[in-house]
């Protein structure tokens, strides 16, 4: 079965650009979730959609914005970007909201000139 | 969800087991330990998780002592391609409690041949 995919794998973006990026989940699974990793540091946690509802949402500012779509695919959506934005972002899917263990794509490699 | 503490590397030889040490002393009685570990230019991997008692699969094991308030990751044989971060997590494990995982810093394990 193939795992969780994401789209693009690597992007440039000049500032104030805004970006979306794809994830499709692992078959069957209806939980998305999407976190920014840094260089040098573990993931944070941006967002979990469930059910096509918005379960959670990390400390982040309103220019980060995602929904999930019926087939449970998601998009995250950044907008005015900033060079912090500069990240791996990953995305991670999973049975329930709850105990089950997520399963990570590769992530997107964004780098804002 | 509980703070963990753990050390920022180790080395291992290739063949011996690794153990890796993490320390939640505040962790609830509803809360699992979970480890992934993240390759370099990967997405985090999910290995194991537990709640009071010890756990092994095709992977690795997992020693939760007594109390709870610490455990260690065992890879009973490591190979060169184990060279991974480590990240130890506990995390609240209902329907409601979402997708949050707050990663640390892990553990950088270096296996050396």
């Known amino acids: 079965d193939a795992g969780v995919t994401q789209s693009p794998t690597h992007l440039i973006k000049t500032r104030g650009q805004h970006v979306t990026l794809r994830c499709s989940p692992i078959s069957g699974h209806k939980s998305v979730s999407w976190y920014q990793q840094v260089l040098g540091q573990g993931p944070q946690f941006i967002f979990q959609y469930y059910e096509k509802e918005e379960r959670g949402r990390g400390n982040f500012p309103d220019r980060f914005s995602a929904r999930q779509f019926p087939n449970y695919s998601s998009e995250l959506n950044v907008n005015a970007l900033l060079l912090g934005d500069s990240a791996l972002y990953l995305c991670?899917?999973?049975?329930?909201?709850?105990?089950?263990?997520?399963?990570f794509g590769n992530g997107t490699r964004l780098t804002v000139t | 969800d509980a703070k963990t503490t753990q050390p920022p590397s180790m080395d291992c030889a290739e063949g011996r087991a690794a153990n890796l040490p993490c320390n939640h002393s505040?962790?609830?009685?509803?809360?699992?330990v979970y480890w992934y570990r993240q390759i370099h230019s990967q997405g985090p991997q999910y290995i194991i998780h537990g709640l009071k008692n010890n756990e092994t699969n095709e992977m690795a094991s997992l020693i939760i002592t007594e109390d709870r308030k610490s455990s260690t990751l065992i890879l009973p044989h490591a190979t060169l391609r184990d060279t991974a971060v480590y990240y130890c997590i506990v995390r609240v494990a209902n329907n409601n409690a979402g997708n949050m995982l707050t990663f640390g810093g892990g553990t950088r394990l270096m296996v050396k041949p």
């Open positions: 991670a899917s999973s049975n329930t909201p709850g105990n089950s263990p997520l399963h």
């Open positions: 505040t962790i609830s009685g509803n809360e699992y």
